[in-house]
């Protein structure tokens, strides 16, 4: 019989988990349940509007006037594809600056969009700093400058503002990583002069993934429209997308609903608590977290005065298993990040992002951390 017949795998049965890692981060009831509101067809009506919703909520998170505002379907990484694609041609010059796992992946995808890239380094844990940026700038005359705003892998707040004014004017375009920042501590498109800025769904946004919000500027766009070869990507040319988003709204892909319902929700929530608390939050649970560890006797490891509120990077004191702590507390349902590359097994990281960002969260991680360390 049907009923009896053994299937392959058995039903969900995962328990709760307090998210506390580099992301995804947790998501709100409201935010679920939005996922559960009747399907509609992508060129719905009903949906366009929810489209249209989405552009408004997210233009005023990026604060971004620019031609082109819409969530990319794919996560952090497919925005940042979409901006190497459509602003790189073979043979361009880009300019990284990279002191970390994710700027090193900005490098990774600019290569194979066929640009020459030179890489502005620094030790993870610390800023690049801006001078050494804009001395490459003048050195190097890129056609692009591409900065990771809030870098998860080592917890450091990168100082854009400098460097995004000495690209323009150099007359190169900027590129910003803002997958970890949106949401959670101020991104100021416009005021900067950022053409081209990619985030993720998932993080402070708190939304499921699978979304990478993007906003374009002019001077963005006029260089994709002046280009001499097409974007390669089909599914990530922005001009494109464009088309679906903003009108004619014919089809290109199928934009994946179920998301696009939990963001616009997300975002709702986002208005609805404004972004100067919602800042102001991240920074309180994060100043909770240090004065916790600090009564532990733990420190961070990112470089003082350029701390993100949303990504604590823990140092791991000497003769301690750090996974084998990071497994006690997954045991509780708590989850957090190892270390990645050179900080691998030398730093715990403890994201609060978007809906994980909560005083209760800080206070059941600390808890369950003083007594995985046994202190
Ligand atoms: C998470 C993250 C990404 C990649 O996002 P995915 O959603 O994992 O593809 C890119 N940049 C930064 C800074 C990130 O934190």
């Known amino acids: 019989m049907d009923g ?7 039903p969900l049965g995962h328990g709760k988990r307090l998210l506390l890692g580099p992301g995804p981060s947790n998501v709100s009831q409201r935010v679920l349940d939005a996922m559960r509101a009747p399907m509609l067809g992508h060129l719905d009506p009903e949906f366009l509007k929810i489209q249209d919703g989405i552009q408004e ?7 971004s006037s620019g031609p082109i ?10 925005g ?9 041609e073979p043979g361009d010059r880009a300019l990284v600056a990279a002191a970390g796992y994710f700027g090193a992946r900005m490098c990774e995808v600019a290569t194979r969009c066929g640009a020459v890239v030179t890489k502005v380094e620094a030790p993870w844990g610390e800023i690049v700093p801006p001078a050494r940026v804009i001395d490459a700038i003048k050195v190097t005359k890129p ?18 503002e400098e460097i995004a004014k000495a690209a323009k004017d150099a007359g190169a375009l900027v590129i910003l990583d803002c997958v970890t920042s949106l949401g959670g501590l101020p991104v100021e498109i416009d005021a900067w002069g950022i053409d081209f800025a990619y985030s993720g769904s998932q993080k402070c946004l708190g939304a ?7 906003a374009v500027s002019d001077r963005a766009l006029e260089t994709i429209k002046n280009r001499k070869t097409p974007v390669e990507s089909f599914y990530l040319d922005v001009t494109l997308l464009s088309q679906y988003w903003d009108g004619p709204r014919g089809y290109h892909h199928t934009a994946p609903i179920l998301l696009d319902f939990a963001l616009y929700e997300a975002l709702r929530a986002l208005e609805e608590e404004g972004l100067p608390a919602r800042f102001a939050r991240h920074v309180a649970n994060h100043e909770l977290l240090v004065a916790g560890l600090t009564k532990l006797g733990l420190e961070l490891a990112s470089q003082e005065g350029h701390r993100l509120p949303m990504l604590n990077a823990i140092r791991v004191p000497d003769g301690v298993d750090e996974a084998a702590v990071r497994k006690k ?20 990281r403890v994201g609060l992002m978007g809906e994980s960002s909560r005083k209760e969260n800080v206070e059941t991680f600390l808890a369950a951390f003083a007594e995985a360390l046994g202190r």
């Open 80 to 88: 940042m594809e979409c901006a190497f694609a459509n602003l790189i």
């Open 143 to 160: 056609k692009v400058v591409a900065v990771v705003h809030a870098e998860t892998s080592t917890g450091v707040l990168q100082p854009v």
């Open 57 to 63: 909520m997210l233009r005023g998170v990026f604060r």
């Open 69 to 78: 505002v819409l969530p990319v379907s794919g996560t952090g990484t497919a």
């Open 208 to 214: 499921p993934p699978g979304l990478a919000p993007i």
């Open 4 to 10: 009896d017949r053994l299937l392959s795998a058995p």
């Open 329 to 348: 507390l997954l045991d509780r349902g708590i989850e957090i990040g190892a270390g990645l590359g050179p900080l691998k097994g030398k730093i715990w």
